[in-house]
Structure formats: structure tokens, C-alpha cells
């Protein structure tokens, strides 16, 4: 097999659950232009809302995905200061002008098939001057400079982030003007096509050098700052116990991996908010992609966390070096939920920074302002306030919760399971926004609010019998104590019946059953797959 062919069939095999995803994607444009409005159907596709919906939010996170595809992203640190190519590829019979060259070809090509299938398949609003080629090359560059930076080794740890952002924050703002100024298009052929080229330059020097093992370390220059450190940490100069330890290090492994993310990813979709203007539609629209970044991310982000180490990218589960520690199950698993805590919290302080100087630099604050008081003036300040904080409450947790609730496909140590999860996350993102239009413009909306409180019931009976068989079998195992069962589903109780209460304070309306409201919170709260970790880590590390 030739290396160009091996690569290939590295890039489809690991992720061929996502191609599939993207190539359903592709067949539901594909549907909609050709059959739908081919036949004249009611379905208002020329809307903002709709456009928003079935092309700017499936885009976005097939450009998230490719992102972090094709630069090994999910295989290495952001913060640290080692290159994050893969050291695996290193060991193959291949130049350094190939192993940087060939990822670059195959992400570049990827992306500009994404953009011209999207623009030859989607339906545009009229009246919109969308260019052809240009944003394809826009995408491509973006992605081999994203290549290019992650793969370089740095100094100092954290640089990597600040100098990928500062870079690509800079390429949105080019695009920002030639959209605003409508750039001729080959004048953005001109700037972009370089852009390619210069970028395999540097990245074969990342290459290379990550291949020699050449890492700079500038740490000495700054030896006064661990000084400093050190002086103030004088009184605790070990860890307290071997969980705290394994803590600290689940953080520097995988901890720092989501906030990276999410730092770069801000620039590309706060950075829309100027192209959006007065449209209400259309910012909100980037608000809710920039809400759901973190969650979205923290579903690839989950599938290496329950590695002991981002070298060690062709095993899944377990490895030896963390099954023979001198740690229990609930010690291991308590380790990464303490991590998944912590990403979480620095992830969503960049956004709620972020948030606010996009919309005030954009000028978008005062459409915020508009509708905040407008909904301040029907339901009140105090359920305008308690509404906002519900959503912003619910988008942490759902970051939390993805992080830690697929340990239990993870720490089972199957590659099929791991990669199979990832198609379904993607076919959500891709399938939500057409099938949730056709949902409105075919009038079956009240069929489906008719139906909730079944399907509901269906779900929260099969989370409750899941959850009680695995209790039985965690009770049965021994794998945690009485008090920590019990413990575990009276928080459980007392999330659940909060939850409710603040719905029921929240939807005090007739039209709205109470009944339902529990329901929501039942299937809101978490309890049978992180439940499910301490089984499966069990299973792996004594196979």
C-alpha cells in the first residue's frame, strides 16, 4: 500500500461513522432542492430561521468536525508544548514532505467538497450575492493554517492557543471585509490561493521538527514565576492522596483539551455576528451555535478522556499504566468527572467573555436589548431572569454531562462503540434542523405536541428500568459502597425534584400539565449512563 493510500484508509477507517453522517447530510439537500420545492411543496426554506437551521448550523459543526479531524486534534494537548502530530505516524516509512503534505491534501480537498456541495445542493435566500469559489478556499486555508499551528512545537505551554486564535481570528476578519465590501471574486482568489502553499511551508516544518524532537523551552526564562509558586505552595509540597493525584493528572491530560477547543472555535462564529446586521433571526441563530460549541465538542473531546495518555491513540479503555494503580474503580472514575468539571468551567468562562465583546463590537447588543425587554414585558423580569439562567444552567451541564456520560462507552476499551457513537451525534446536527422544519411547515406540530407526554413516559420508563439493573449490578459488584449509592440517589432525588419546582415556577400555565414537567426533569438529570462508568471501567481493566 502506497502512503498516500495509507493515510486514506486512516482518515476513512477512524472515521468513516462521520463521512456516512455527511453524506446522509448531503442526500437530505439534495432532497429538499430536488424533490420538495421541485414539486411546489409549503415549505418556506427562504426564511432566515430556515436557512439558519437546515445550512448554517450543519455546516458549522461539519467544519468543527473537520477541524478537529484532520489536525489529530483530538489525539493531543492544546496547551502543551509538544507538537500535536501523532509520534504513531512517525514510525511509518514516510518522508516528512508526505506526512505533512498528505493530511493537509486530503483536509483541504474535504473541505472544499463540503463547500461546493453545500452551495451547489442548498437553498440560499434570494437576494443574497453567495460567492462560489472563494469561501471554499477560505475553508481550506483556514483549516491548513489550523494544521500548521497545532502541529508546530512551542516554548512555553498555552502560546499554542493564543497564537492559533490571534492567526485565525485575523483570516475571519479579511473575509469579514470582502463579505461587507462585496470582494470581487477573484481579488479573494488572489489573497487566498497562497495561503495553501505558505502554509504547507510552515507545516512541514512543524513536521520536521516534532519528527527530530525538537521542542524549545523557554521555562527557564521564567524560573522566578515557579519560584513564586513555589513559595506560596510551601505547605503542601505532595499530594493529599493518590485520587488527588490521579485528578491533577486526568487535568493535564485531557483537561485542558476542551477550553483550547473552544478558544479557537469562538473567533470563527462570534466573528458572523457582523455579518448578521439588524436580522434578530440570524443573531440569535449565532448565539445558539456559539452556546452549543462547548457541548458539541465535548462529545469528540469525551472519546479520549477515558485514555490514560493522547499518545496512546490506537487504544481505547484502559492501557496497563493506569489499571495497576493503586486506585479504585470509583477512584478512577471520580478523577474524571473532577477533570470534566474543571474543563467545563474554563470552557464556558471564554464564552460568557466572549459573548458580550462580540455583541457590543458587532453593534448586535441593542437586537439583545430589544428582545430581552420585550420578553421582560410578557413574562416578567423575575422569569425573564430565572429563563435565562434555566438555559445557560442547562448548556453547562449538557458540556458536564457529554464529557462524562459516554465514560461508559469509552472505558469498555471497544473502538466499534466509541466510533460508532459519533454518528449519531453528527446525524443529530444534521438531520435536527431539516427534520424540525418540515415538522412546522407541514402543520403536524400539534401530532407532536399531541404525542409528547407518551413519548416522554416511554423514555423516562426506559431510563428508570436501565438505571435500577444497573444499581442492582454496582450493588451486586461491590464496586461502590452502600453510603455511595444511596448518597448517589438521594442527589439524584433532590436535582430532579429542583428542577421541577423551578419548571413548575417558571410554566405556571394551565395549558402546560405538571405531569410533563416531571417528566422533562426525569430525563434531564443524569443518572443511568454515568452510573454505567464504574461497570464498564471494571470490565475493561480486568479483561
Request: glycine content about 6%; proline content about 6%; some cysteine.
Amino acid at each position: 500500500m502506497s502512503p498516500a493510500a495509507a493515510v486514506a484508509w486512516e482518515f476513512r477507517q477512524r472515521h468513516r461513522w462521520g463521512l456516512i453522517a455527511l453524506a446522509g447530510y448531503l442526500v437530505v439537500l439534495a432532497t429538499i432542492k430536488l424533490v420538495v420545492v421541485a414539486r411546489g411543496l409549503p415549505i418556506n426554506l427562504d426564511s432566515p430561521e430556515s436557512f439558519a437551521f437546515v445550512v448554517v448550523v450543519p455546516i458549522t459543526a461539519t467544519f468543527t468536525y473537520f477541524l478537529a479531524v484532520f489536525t489529530f486534534g483530538l489525539d493531543g494537548d492544546l496547551a502543551a508544548r509538544q507538537s500535536m502530530y501523532p509520534a504513531r505516524m512517525f514510525t511509518r516509512p514516510m518522508t516528512t514532505a508526505a506526512l505533512a503534505g498528505l493530511p493537509m491534501l486530503y483536509g483541504t480537498a474535504a473541505m472544499m467538497i463540503l463547500w461546493l456541495a453545500t452551495r451547489l445542493l442548498a437553498l440560499w435566500p434570494t437576494g443574497i450575492a453567495v460567492p462560489s469559489i472563494w469561501p471554499a478556499l477560505l475553508l481550506a486555508s483556514l483549516l491548513a493554517w489550523t494544521q500548521a499551528l497545532t502541529w508546530l512545537p512551542y516554548p512555553l505551554p498555552g502560546i499554542r492557543i493564543i497564537v492559533t486564535v490571534l492567526w485565525l481570528g485575523t483570516s475571519d476578519a479579511i473575509a469579514l471585509l470582502a463579505l461587507h465590501f462585496n470582494a470581487h471574486e477573484s481579488l479573494m482568489l488572489g489573497v487566498l490561493a497562497p495561503q495553501i502553499p505558505l502554509a504547507y511551508v510552515v507545516a512541514h516544518f512543524a513536521v520536521a521538527r516534532a519528527r527530530r524532537g525538537d521542542v524549545p523551552d523557554w521555562r527557564d526564562a521564567f524560573l522566578w514565576l515557579a519560584q513564586l509558586g513555589r513559595v506560596q505552595s510551601r505547605g503542601r509540597a505532595h499530594f493529599r492522596s493518590p485520587p488527588s493525584a490521579q485528578a491533577w493528572f486526568e487535568w493535564r491530560v485531557h483537561g485542558r483539551s476542551l477550553p483550547g477547543w473552544v478558544a479557537i472555535l469562538l473567533p470563527f462564529e462570534l466573528i458572523l455576528l457582523w455579518v448578521a446586521g439588524d436580522s434578530a433571526a440570524l443573531v440569535f441563530t449565532i448565539l445558539l451555535g456559539v452556546l452549543l460549541t462547548p457541548p458539541f465538542m465535548a462529545t469528540f473531546t469525551a472519546a479520549a478522556v477515558s485514555k490514560s495518555s493522547p499518545n496512546a491513540s490506537d487504544s481505547y479503555g484502559v492501557t496497563p499504566f493506569t489499571a495497576t494503580r493503586p486506585l479504585t474503580n470509583a477512584d478512577l472514575i471520580a478523577a474524571k468527572l473532577k477533570m470534566a468539571a474543571w474543563s467545563t468551567i474554563a470552557a464556558w468562562l471564554l464564552v460568557l467573555i466572549a459573548i458580550p465583546l462580540a455583541l457590543k463590537l458587532s453593534g448586535t447588543s441593542a437586537v439583545i436589548l430589544d428582545r430581552w425587554h420585550r420578553l421582560s414585558a410578557i413574562v416578567g423580569t423575575p422569569r425573564a431572569v430565572v429563563l435565562l439562567l434555566l438555559i445557560l444552567w442547562g448548556c453547562i451541564a449538557s458540556t458536564w454531562t457529554q464529557l462524562v456520560q459516554s465514560l461508559y462507552i469509552g472505558l469498555t476499551g471497544r473502538a466499534s462503540l466509541i466510533k460508532g457513537s459519533v454518528i449519531l451525534v453528527l446525524g443529530f446536527f444534521f438531520l435536527f434542523g431539516p427534520f424540525a422544519q418540515w415538522i412546522v411547515d407541514s402543520g403536524r406540530l400539534g401530532e407532536l405536541w399531541s404525542a409528547l407526554p407518551l413519548i416522554l413516559a416511554i423514555l423516562v420508563a426506559f431510563k428508570m428500568i436501565i438505571a435500577a439493573w444497573i444499581t442492582v449490578r454496582l450493588y451486586h459488584t461491590r464496586l461502590l459502597s452502600d453510603r455511595t449509592l444511596v448518597a448517589r440517589a438521594a442527589c439524584w432525588s433532590v436535582a430532579v425534584f429542583a428542577l421541577y419546582g423551578v419548571l413548575a415556577w417558571l410554566l405556571d400555565t394551565p395549558h402546560i400539565p405538571h405531569y410533563l414537567l416531571m417528566l422533562v426533569a426525569i430525563l434531564a438529570i443524569p443518572v443511568a449512563r454515568l452510573s454505567a462508568a464504574p461497570l464498564a471501567l471494571a470490565w475493561n481493566r480486568h479483561r
